[in-house]
């Protein structure tokens, strides 16, 4: 059974601050990994996909990597802003998304 | 294209009543998926759709949840006799139907059982 894991639940940091979030998986038989943005009471926003044969992808301050083999991604985000304070969980995708708890993300001005 | 549209917002129902969830996907998608997201964790998968087919379902989903989609268009959630544990935000999403199609949430529809 795939399980998903983020560290850490949640995460304070200043403005302007790069900060890295963590993602872990147990099955490396995987699709693709997606990184979404939930804000309070909203549904999700799809960020990145990373396919299984892909390495990275980058959208904007936002850079997310795929190592396969040892279950593990990480969600770079650059210079961050108070905008950027949301939930952000990290699902993989075998024959169903399966999400982690998120990390619950405040950026202070 | 209006993306994932779900109805109600809300709703409040008593212990016992049943309840029926619409969602509306991006028009074109072929899959459908719904998940279930308690206070402070990530969605849980439900069930899917294929078109009209719906192709899995989770051991979460008990004999009183029920959803269709016919027509391989809008799909309903329909939870009978509802239960204070089945109080949650109920999400629909929807992709092109590749397996590296990115998911499209909607706003979903938080239940609240009294």
């Known amino acids: 059974k795939q399980e998903v894991t983020q560290i850490p639940a949640a995460l304070s940091v200043p403005e302007g601050e790069n900060l890295v979030l963590n993602c872990s998986f147990t099955d490396s038989a995987i699709y693709n990994l997606q990184w979404f943005r939930q804000d309070p009471g909203k549904g999700l926003t799809s960020l990145l996909l990373?396919?299984?044969?892909?390495r990275e992808q980058t959208s904007g301050r936002l850079n997310a990597s795929l190592d396969k083999s040892s279950g593990r991604s990480t969600l770079y985000i650059a210079a961050s802003q108070p905008g950027d304070s949301a939930t952000y969980l990290c699902?993989?995708?075998?024959?169903?998304?399966?999400f982690g708890q998120g990390t619950r993300l405040t950026i202070n001005p | 294209d209006t993306g994932v549209s779900q109805d109600p917002r809300h709703k409040i129902t008593k212990r016992g009543q049943n309840v029926t969830f619409r969602c509306d996907p991006i028009s074109e998608h072929n899959r459908l998926y719904w998940y279930r997201q308690t206070l402070g964790q990530g969605p849980e998968f439900l069930t899917y759709f294929q078109n009209e087919a719906q192709l899995e379902k989770s051991r979460l989903l008990s004999d009183r949840f029920s959803a269709e989609r016919p027509k391989g268009s809008f799909s309903t959630l329909e939870i009978q006799r509802t239960e204070q544990g089945d109080s949650a935000m109920y999400l629909c999403?929807?992709?092109?139907?590749?397996?590296?199609?990115?998911?499209?949430f909607g706003n979903g529809t938080r239940l609240t059982v009294t």
């Open positions: 699902a993989v995708e075998s024959q169903k998304l399966v």
């Open positions: 999403a929807s992709s092109a139907g590749s397996y590296n199609s990115p998911l499209h």
């Open positions: 990373i396919q299984s044969s892909q």
